[in-house]
């Protein structure tokens, strides 16, 4: 069926209404702020907190009484798993508690407002790294905005029974939770993250950069053992969180959960990096890297290659 | 690895059930919604003010916004289709002066398409279908919605979505 001239007729929305509507609907709160000041400037709190969870049952069993950290958990490699949100939500409307499953974290991460710098190295000065900005963007885009979101340091107190809970609502009586656990505490460090924004009329371009998020823990764990547990929770069949759990250098690899439902991912090169991206459906793509130290994230409504491109840019 | 709780919070794709992800949805919607009204009414001044109103009504109904029983903008859709529907009615009972002009203007409708835009000219075109067909030409073309989904928005049946679009894209074909 020729319907191509139907399709022909479709027109961009003028950039003056575009921006009109969006002034309008962000003075009542729609857009951004709705989620809060700085909702992407969250990511990488996110990142860590993935971290956090990938490695906060992950603790060697020794007594309570040797509390000496020996590991150090750094971000220089991403690693995609696919999740079924829907398991998940399941649990949640059977009344599991996801966040008080991590165990208990104190301080809690307190909402602090990050603070706005006309000038991104002054940023960067601000979060102790030194700020890379692309050379090259696509036509159109330009900054408009960086912030510097405050760190933060956690202790967190692994909770063996809320987990068991979990195993227990999906009946994953195969899993075994490594004894001695319950108890052990890790310290988590999320560092201050510098969010650079770039838009294209109503599009925004986020590229955030930071130090490496790390989680101390005690040494001499079998951290496989509990990431194959883990594994299986997200939904994993048996075979696959194995090969996975024991595939993973979990020493410096951030797991990434990816709902099944909502994007694809795959391993790229970023300028001799490796890079995790994660192509989202009809909302463009989110690249993470680590490279030096520092961990960078890029999220565009753009395709892969523009995304590359931008990433092996900066400088 | 039970992260889901602080996914949801802080990552942009993993949005808690009753929360929408605004930015996102804004890019990735205004141009389908403001297409969908521009196909629907034939008026680009329009399907501005239109495009507007339903991104204003979503924000104020967003309380009301269940994941669980439709996706992102088969709800939007919803709001917009509601939006044209309020927008004919008031048309029909406020009629201008100006439109009678128009319905009494000189020479047959297949002269007013040969000299009209495009636009215009689908819009002609599209007046002389049934309103559920306009309806769903709107959708698929304007809106660049599934069958899926328009049978979702419209109570049609996906198969029954497929085949009137069929039939109204090759009696317009030939009108072209």
């Known amino acids: ?315 | 690895m039970a992260i889901d709780g602080e996914m949801s919070k802080r990552l942009p794709w993993a949005q808690p059930a009753a929360e929408i992800d605004w930015d996102a949805a804004y890019a990735e919607l205004l141009p389908r919604v403001y297409n969908y009204f521009r196909y629907r009414l034939g008026n680009d001044a329009v399907a501005e003010d239109l495009t507007s109103r339903t991104f204003e009504k979503a924000w104020t109904q967003r309380a009301r916004y269940r994941r669980d029983l439709a996706g992102r903008s088969t709800w939007l859709f919803s709001i917009a289709r509601n939006v044209a529907v309020d927008h004919l009615r008031a048309q029909r009972r406020h009629l201008p002066l100006e439109a009678a002009e128009h319905v009494a203007a000189p020479g047959t409708p297949q002269d007013h398409v040969a000299h009209a835009s495009d636009l215009e000219r689908l819009a002609a075109l599209l007046q002389r279908l049934p309103a559920r067909e306009q309806e769903l030409v709107a959708l698929k073309y304007g809106a660049e919605a599934t069958n899926r989904t328009i049978a979702a928005l419209t109570g049609l049946s996906e198969s029954n979505v497929g085949t009137i679009l069929h039939r109204v894209v090759l009696e317009l074909r030939v009108a072209w």
């Open chain 1, 1 to 315: 069926m020729d319907d191509q001239f139907l399709h022909d007729l479709r027109r961009a929305p003028s950039r003056e209404f575009a921006a009109r509507l969006s002034a309008n609907l962000r003075a009542q709160g729609t857009l951004s702020r709705a989620r809060g000041p700085s909702p992407a400037a969250q990511w990488f709190a996110a990142a860590a907190a993935i971290a956090a969870v990938s490695f906060a049952f992950t603790f060697p069993a020794v007594r309570a009484g040797a509390a000496a950290f020996l590991d150090v958990f750094r971000v220089v490699n991403f690693a995609g798993v696919r999740f079924d949100p829907q398991r998940l939500a399941g649990l949640k409307a059977g009344g599991v508690d996801f966040p008080s499953l991590l165990g208990d974290v104190e301080p809690p991460m307190a909402s602090v407002p990050p603070v706005s710098y006309a000038d991104p190295a002054e940023a960067g000065k601000a979060a102790g790294i030194e700020v890379r900005q692309p050379a090259w963007l696509p036509p159109g885009w330009t900054a408009t905005e960086t912030v510097v979101t405050a760190e933060h340091s956690a202790r967190v107190t692994a909770n063996t029974a809320k987990l068991q809970t979990v195993l227990d609502a999906l009946a994953l009586d195969d899993v075994r939770l490594p004894e001695g656990l319950d108890g052990q505490v890790a310290t988590v460090h999320l560092p201050a993250v510098v969010l650079m924004t770039y838009r294209d009329g109503l599009r925004a371009l986020r590229l955030f950069e930071a130090r490496s998020a790390e989680i101390s823990f005690p040494a001499g764990f079998d951290v496989p053992a509990l990431a194959q547990a883990g594994l299986r929770i997200l939904g994993l069949d048996r075979d696959e969180a194995y090969r996975m759990a024991y595939a993973i250098d979990w020493r410096n690899t951030l797991l990434v959960p990816v709902p099944v439902d909502a994007a694809s991912f795959r391993q790229v090169n970023v300028a001799g990096a490796d890079g995790l991206l994660i192509e989202r459906a009809r909302s463009g793509c989110l690249l993470l890297w680590s490279t030096n130290g520092q961990m960078y994230a890029l999220e565009a409504p753009l395709g892969a290659a523009a995304m590359l491109e931008i990433a092996q840019s900066l400088q």
